[in-house]
């Protein structure tokens, strides 16, 4: 089977294509020419980032019209880059949300179009379950449960994955997401769009001796997170006067973001082993455009170990929005025999929790 998967809810316009078969998972990429179950063929991402950088922020009508002109060229690409026609398809998995209306439209529609052209199954996916599905591309056999952390510019969730498709809220950010809070705090500091990157960049300078911010949140009664106060407290040191000049300012602007680099990854990675010891985690799966943070991954990595619970992160390529990762998640709801309906609409707002709507298991 090769099943198109298709994302746009955010700005990101992505296709891949997965070719799989029935009676076996996912597993990781194939080298060119080979011919093994679960090979991803193509996976096409265009950036809208150019874009939305003057603004400091994604405009939503703007992703829409953008997701409307880039769709049909970047399937095709992906298509292309597979070596599959278009008829050749046998299933399409789009995200419905949670993400941009408008832009969850415009996959969602192009979605039940195909499928109802092409009379192909229709499955819709739950982005944030994509984060984390692109673990499987790897790691196929990963065992459950497992704890989840969803961290990117609209998510901050940690979950416990008990098995396929059936997930439970542990903790989730009760304000600014982390990524949401990169984004702001490296506006405070004149660092640019996206935040994430930027930040990364300016910590690499500077060291956060003497640069003292709050550690988020970090009350060991719960497992949610709030960043809203850091952002806060980022703003203050960054409108402190450097009285030595441009050469003190520029140190200052370092200290801070490896200042805020470290107290969020801190408490990110706390909060996260603190869930697994809880929860008897047999895998820590750490997924969303966060989890590119190289300090992140580092402490992630080590924290792990000390706890010798297996931990999975995306490759740096299957961190930020793409559609890989929904083709994958679409391919397990196929498995158990879900289909979407031609009714399925684009959702702002979607519980991983919850099933999803207009879908139906074993039809």
Known sequence: MRILGIETSCDETAAAVLEWSPS???????QSGGGAAGALRSNVVASQVDLHARYGGVVPELASRRHLERLGPVIDEA???AGTEFEAVDAIAVTCGPGLVGALTVGVAAAKSFALALGRPLIGVNHVEGHIYANFLEHPDLALPAVVLIVSGAHTDLLLMRDHGVYEMLGRTRDDAAGEAFDKAARALGLGYPGGPAIQDAAGGGREDGVTLPLPFPDETTL?????GLKTAVLRAAARPAPDGVERRRGSTAGIAAAFQ????RVLVDKTMRAARRRGARTIIVAGGVAANVLLRSRMTEAAGDLGVPLRIPPLALCTDNAAMIAVAGAYRLSRGERS???LGAYADLDITAPLPETQAGA
């Open 24 to 30: 076996a998972r996912p597993s990781g990429p194939a």
């Open 262 to 265: 470290d107290v969020v990854t």
């Open 341 to 343: 309906s031609l009714r």
């Open 79 to 81: 298509l292309d880059r």
């Open 224 to 228: 949610d997170f709030s960043f809203s």
